[in-house]
């Protein structure tokens, strides 16, 4: 019966990245309840958590995808050369663009809250913590996902299959841990 | 495809700027419950992983749509195969793996002392919280494909990002309610 084959390929193929991404999912759970007491000293951090790791998906999601095409293309090399236009310019715009859109999201995150009457930090602070989290975990996944997609697609890899697990896996634990890091270079103290 | 910092930009931002509004939109959700989050570590243990594999659900049935689509092996219909048959697997798959993820969220609470909750009611939190989202994915994967399709748009560039981050939302909803619910 074809439903019953269509349905169980699904299953088969999808199955081994969903359960690694939920294994990255469940560390970078573990560390954000072991952020409790950040938590409390920063009030509105919570709610910054999605709009970050959604950013760091959405950025470095869009760089892999990018290289992926690009090494299809035939217009850049699979090695690692900062002399390479291409990627240099690739590597600065998602660095620029995750940069904005953490700094965006904790201006938005405080607006929301203190329009709805709630206990957050100083904006500086919220900023600042966003800020340096979106460098910390930015060079990270940049150098995860660089390594990756040209390391795979030397080895006959199919670069854009790579992409999309890479950076979930990774996203949301360098996402979180750095955010721990972050607070604690911002407000001291752990 | 532009390789400018200029250009790169000129098509991420405004998009992404947008989802950043929508995510803090679920963050002011969490902001919510955030004493209740505190209380139980579990739960919290639970945000990011549920979050996480809402949208990979809705982005492995979106890129497999896609590719169906592409190859003509696609029919918007509910009796179609491959779309009937995708849409069980993606059931399957949060029917078997979020309880799996709660008894991990469980487990390692328990491992670093935090273990407020009896590890059934976290596991049937994330049965629970898997078999809604799991509904939620199918139904708006299908939608947004097919609004893609209707608008003559290619569904590889509108639908993955528009339903992981929806799935991404919907996660934390879903995850709180059913808390209200259980607990």
Sequence with gaps: MALREVAARAYREALPALAASAAGGLIAGLVLGGMRTELRIVPGLLVLVPALLATRGNVYGSFGARLATGLHQGIIEPRLDLGDTRVRSAVAAALANGLIASAFAATAAYAALVGLGFRVAPLGTLIAIALVAGILSGLALIVAVVTVVFIGYRRGGNPDTLVGPIVTTTGDVFGIAFLLLAVRIVVGGG | ?183
Excluded: Q
């Design chain 2, 1 to 183: 495809m532009s390789w400018t910092v200029r250009g790169i930009t000129r098509t991420l931002l405004p998009v992404l700027l947008i989802l950043t509004l929508v995510e803090i939109g679920s963050g002011l959700v969490l902001g919510t419950f955030e004493s209740t989050l505190l209380r139980y570590p579990s739960l919290l243990v639970l945000v990011p992983v549920t979050i996480g594999t809402a949208g990979n659900l809705g982005s492995i049935l979106a890129a497999r749509l896609s590719t169906a689509f592409h190859l003509g092996l696609l029919e918007f219909r509910p009796t179609d195969d491959e779309l009937a048959g995708n849409a069980l697997a993606i059931g399957g798959l949060a029917v078997t793996v979020f309880p799996a993820i709660g008894l991990g969220a469980w487990g390692l609470s328990a491992l670093t002392g935090g273990a407020a909750l009896a590890m059934e009611t976290v596991v049937l939190v994330a049965w629970l919280s898997g078999v809604v989202l799991a509904v939620i994915a199918i139904v708006v994967t299908a939608v947004a494909t097919y609004i893609a399709y209707r608008l003559g748009l290619d569904p590889d560039d509108v639908v993955i990002p528009v339903v992981t981050n929806t799935c991404d939302v919907l996660g934390v909803v879903v995850l709180i309610l059913i808390v209200i619910l259980v607990i």
